[in-house]
């Protein structure tokens, strides 16, 4: 989840590869904006504590209100605690009477001989350690005797994406010693460090009394890096374009990268959504001459590797092994079909994963019907006997689509608890449709297939297409072809267990503009509707900096339904900006957010849980976890956006939900400095929560590496975990302490 704001260090943040001219709804005349006045309230006083081991605050508020837990049972209370201040501490601050653990974090040794963790940069053989930047996750229960279990509340596996690494110019430099080298070539240590430092990680943890830990020799526990088999399954599966030197077939590749949302699938397995991967590649100047200007220079501009594109690591100058030749993908073999080098390889990345946590023997695959692109999460309709499954994605990057997927076969029951659960992902995932959206000002939408059976796919004449194989590789394109709407960074999506609503975050989005210069910058529309100034340390920020996120209902509650209405559950904002155009949900200082980004609604008490991660607020709090009780799409009213300005005047209508209240949405949770929360997941009974907190220290600068003074944050050492000082992405575990449900 790399923000879209640029970060003190930012290397390839959500390339702007998209520069179609797709409508954004009504074409009008762009205006120019005023700069709101900025008004901001105090901040709450905090009381720092030291609970179960782990600095954090406690904070010392009111008394908790009294809301009302009105999903199933009227009067029961939730969101019963007080809303956390903001903060720009180096802790974990939650309310008073909970209890936070940190249980696994980067360097843990999970396989074989590794080492006790120095965290001093002198560790290798990352491939049996916990990778770095703890993102989405999923609990998969286990029984006393190590079965598969949906009730387990005291023993499971925690799959845990490790997307990226915390960088400048080229090196991962916390995990090296001095730094790493910032200048090509790159060493062959180092990149090795690095490219095991990604990837996926099954862990077991256990909770004894009332503490929770990893277990370092558990049977179950593994890593999926980027020497690992994964196969390639649904319609690419074979095709010419997953033709590599590795597999000259089409059928298999190498890794999973830039891990960042997940899923969990009706028949329990777990989904990876991958990320940023282009700029792990590099692209050697005059590549489209060597191509012969054909269509696969197209597909790598649309995807953001124009030629020239330097890598984001120089993982290709690592030696001559074929490990490091991968990451060039170039033309530079003879061959007709790319079987002699990996001008290929990367059509084989930017899919949804699937991995049975609990079967190491069974090989990952990645679902291509699901399509390719910066994928996050990948979440369920409510599975219902004698339906279509469907299922939910965004594309995270500048101006890009929603998605979902629809299976040819019909749910079965039986299928829950299958005797080889990857098969059920093969019946699922591998033969249905795939749709993007289009949102209209009025409220309404389509879901249009991306198929030759789609005129405007078929009669695509910038890419033609060949076959639904090549329309699974670039998604972007066919996307493109049938004028999707442009979305201000589509991440996490969930699922309201209680009506079936889908909720996606649209993080921010710096090209919004009442004066868009070049196909990049795009006016403000009804889903996308605010363009303002916002300003950080000074300095102006402009855009939709805040992001919001936007919810939608099938038409008849239907997984294949064609048809939707949408409107916006909630802005972020800061408390006492402008109310028009800017804090439209009227947040408060216990609400007021930035950058929605990680989304997830507990199964069992319904709570939706929104996650930051944020550049724009930063100089105010570090980023944060918030608790939701909302409503349903309709619940608020339709409203006109008016934009004056010297060119004429911007009207843009929108639909907003009812705003939050203090009873149904504050902050729960604010993390250490530079911090980015993420990932989130329970035990069946609401009464443990997983949080991972990604790249504490983000912004300290590689000269720092010698002297922890001058870290920008030294978690979790600093809360009694581990070795050495500098930071490190972990899980922790929220509990209460009266042993209640959290959030309740």
Same mark, same amino acid.
């Given at each position: ?24 709804? *009504?074409? $009008? ?42 999903? !199933? ?46 965290? *001093? ?31 387990? =509340? ?36 180092? =990149? ?60 298999? %590749? ?48 649309? #995807? ?41 390889? &990367? ?42 499954? !469907? ?30 659960? &990857? ?33 405007? $796919?078929?009669?695509?004449? %910038? ?31 969930? =699922? ?6 889908? #909720? ?27 363009? #303002? ?63 929605? *980004? ?20 930063? *100089? ?7 608790? !939701?009780?909302?409503?349903? =799409? ?48 329970? %035990? ?61």
């Amino acid at each position: 989840m790399t923000q879209e704001t640029p970060r003190p260090i930012d290397f390839f943040n959500n390339e702007d590869s998209n520069t179609t001219d797709n409508p954004t709804f *009504d074409s $009008v005349l762009g205006a120019r904006l005023s700069r709101r006045n900025m008004l901001r309230g105090g901040a709450s006083v905090a009381a720092s504590a030291v609970l179960g081991g782990a600095a954090v605050t406690g904070c010392a508020t009111g008394a908790g209100d009294a809301s009302t837990y009105s999903m !199933a049972l009227p009067g029961e209370k939730l969101l019963g605690f007080p809303a956390v201040a903001k903060s720009l501490a180096d802790v974990v601050s939650v309310p008073p009477g909970y209890k936070v653990d940190i249980i696994y974090a980067l360097g843990d040794p999970i396989l074989g001989n590794a080492t006790p963790f120095k965290n *001093d940069g002198s560790d290798a053989d990352f491939d049996k350690r916990a990778g770095d930047h703890h993102d989405g996750m999923e609990w998969f229960g286990l029984s006393e005797n190590g079965q598969p279990s949906r009730t387990s =509340v005291n023993r499971g596996l925690l799959a845990v994406n490790h997307e990226a690494t915390t960088d400048e110019k080229l090196s991962s430099f916390f995990i090296h010693t001095d730094g790493g080298k910032s200048t090509l070539p790159r060493p062959a240590a180092e =990149v090795d460090k690095e490219t095991a430092l990604h990837g996926i990680s099954v862990v077991e943890v256990r909770k004894t009394g009332d503490k929770w830990a990893y277990l370092a020799n558990s049977s179950f526990n593994r890593r999926l890096t980027q020497q690992s088999d994964i196969e390639i399954a649904g319609p690419a599966r074979g095709n010419r374009l997953m033709v590599t030197k590795y597999s000259p077939t089409g059928t298999k %590749t190498r890794g999973t990268l830039n891990n960042c949302g997940t899923g969990l699938t009706p028949w329990g397995t777990f989904l990876t959504g991958e990320e940023n991967f282009a700029g792990y590649f590099h692209r050697t100047a005059g590549d489209d001459a060597r191509r012969n200007n054909d269509k696969s220079a197209t597909s790598l501009r649309r #995807y953001g590797r124009g030629q020239g594109a330097a890598s984001r690591h120089g993982w290709e100058t690592g030696g001559t092994e074929d490990k490091y030749a991968r990451w060039n993908n170039s033309k530079i073999g003879t061959s007709a079909d790319g079987s002699d080098d990996y001008r290929n390889e &990367m059509n084989g990345q930017g899919y949804v994963v699937e991995m049975d946590v609990y079967d190491a023997t069974k090989l990952a695959k990645k679902r291509t019907a699901l399509g390719r692109y910066a994928h996050e999460s990948a979440v369920f309709s409510k599975a219902v006997a004698g339906q279509p499954l !469907a299922v939910y994605m965004g594309d995270d990057a500048r101006n890009e689509y929603i998605y979902k997927y629809v299976s040819n076969a019909n749910w079965d029951p039986a299928d829950a608890n299958p005797a080889n659960r &990857m098969n059920a992902g093969d019946k699922y995932l591998d033969n249905g449709k795939l749709y993007t959206a289009k949102f209209n000002a009025d409220g309404t939408g389509q879901w249009i297939e991306l198929s030759l059976n789609t005129p405007a $796919v078929k009669n695509y004449t %910038t890419y033609p297409f060949a076959d639904q194989a090549d329309i699974a590789v670039n998604t972007r394109l066919a996307a493109d072809a049938v004028g999707a709407t442009k979305m201000d960074r589509p991440e996490w999506c969930a =699922v309201n267990p209680k009506n079936g609503e889908v #909720y996606f975050t649209l993080t921010n989005n710096s090209n919004r503009s009442l004066t868009p210069t070049g196909s990049s910058q795009l006016l403000p529309d009804a889903s996308n509707p605010r363009v #303002y100034t916002d300003m950080k340390d000074g300095k102006p920020q402009s855009g939709n900096p805040n992001g919001h996120i936007l919810r939608l209902r099938e038409a008849g509650n239907s997984p294949a339904a064609t048809t939707l209405t949408w409107d916006i559950y909630v802005f972020g904002a800061e408390a006492g900006a402008a109310a028009n155009p800017v804090n439209l949900s009227n947040l408060t200082d216990d609400q007021d957010m930035s950058s929605p *980004d990680g989304l997830w609604f507990s199964p069992y008490t319904g709570i939706c849980w929104i996650q930051t991660d944020d550049g724009a607020y930063t *100089d105010k709090t570090n980023c944060m976890m918030l608790a !939701a009780l909302p409503g349903q =799409v309709g619940d608020g009213k339709q409203v006109t956006l008016n934009y004056p300005g010297a060119n004429g005047n911007l009207a843009v209508q929108t639909q907003i939900g009812k705003a939050p209240t203090a009873s149904t949405l504050k902050r729960f949770l604010v993390g250490p400095a530079g911090c980015e929360i993420t990932g989130v997941c329970e %035990t069946p009974d609401g009464k443990s929560l997983f949080i991972n907190i990604q790249h504490p220290g983000e912004g300290t600068a590689m000269a720092a590496i010698s002297d922890p003074a001058k870290y920008q944050s030294q978690w979790p050492a600093n809360a009694g975990y581990g070795a050495g000082k500098r930071p490190r992405s972990a899980t922790i575990v929220i509990t209460k302490a009266d042993g209640g449900r959290i959030g309740t």
